[in-house]
């Protein structure tokens, strides 16, 4: 993850807050307030080993119930103030009830990608500076779901932010960060994970720093990440994979949703 220590930067979605501390403690970025999902009460129950009294102790605020999705809650950090906003491995939870589930128009695939969108949409209009960076970084991992989500692609359709580029997470350098189970309080294998960034300037200068992968070049297939196709009838083979009609069927089911969107809001 490339960041800089002159950047005020503000955590979302970070279950036990232990990135938060451990970004605090080892990286010390210039300003830093860190903010959770649940309450306080919640977190602690949720999580016994949490970081939410460590913070603290090191002077961070951290916002409580704070939905990234709900603008007013984004009035809850303070406006315009941050040059990067920064969500790590986010995930939508588990549906609570089967009933819950049948009552969802939209797959799980899009629910995660309209997470990511509308992150992204509120960090650059309430939170991030005009005169700063102004990045959204979002760090996945690279592997199912997640892969399955088109990040570099269709995440910002319309919208006037651009994918930069990504830069390979290092836990390492987080010692205190433990990645979590969603709404569980057990740690989970550390897995290779991707810090992707977007910006509302598309020549922003951290482009120098990070790495464009080669499956959205030509001669591949961005939506599946496969390639290079070594002639037509390789390529042909691939677009009648099951590989590639289950990833057709989630992008098709986003860029309907995209579609309808649009329409609602003219």
């Known amino acids: 993850m490339i960041l800089d220590k002159n950047w005020r930067i503000l955590t979302v979605g970070d279950g036990d807050l232990s990135f938060s501390y451990s970004l605090a403690k080892h990286f010390a970025p210039a300003h830093l307030t860190a903010s959770v999902y649940d309450s306080e009460s919640e977190l602690k129950h949720k999580y016994q080993d949490n970081a939410f009294d460590k913070l603290h102790d090191l002077g961070v605020n951290v916002v409580t119930q704070f939905d990234v999705t709900e603008a007013y809650c984004w ?16 995930l939508i939870p588990a549906f609570g009830s089967f009933e819950s589930f049948q009552n969802q128009t939209l797959s799980v695939n899009s629910l995660n990608r309209k997470l990511l969108r509308e992150f992204l949409i509120n960090a650059a209009a309430y939170a991030l500076d005009p005169n700063g960076a102004q990045l959204g970084i979002i760090t996945s991992k690279d ?20 994918y930069l580029g990504q830069s390979r997470f290092e836990i390492s350098q987080f010692p205190e960060y433990q990645i979590r189970n969603v709404d569980r309080d057990k740690h989970v294998k550390d897995t290779s994970g991707i810090s992707y960034y977007w910006s509302v300037n598309p020549a922003h200068a951290i482009k120098e720093k990070l790495k464009v992968p080669d499956y959205l070049g030509d001669n591949y297939c961005t939506i599946c990440r496969a390639g290079p196709f070594i002639n037509d009838s390789d390529k042909l083979a691939h677009l009648d994979s099951k590989k590639h009609k289950n990833m057709q069927r989630h992008e098709s089911a986003w860029l309907n949703y995209l579609s309808t969107q649009a329409k609602l809001e003219r």
Do not use: C, M, R, T
């Open 75 to 90: 009035q809850n950090v303070p406006s315009h103030a941050f040059d990067a906003v920064i969500f790590q491995f986010p």
């Open 143 to 162: 592997v199912k779901p997640y892969i399955e989500w088109n990040l570099e692609g269709s995440l910002v359709n319309g919208l006037e932010q651009y």
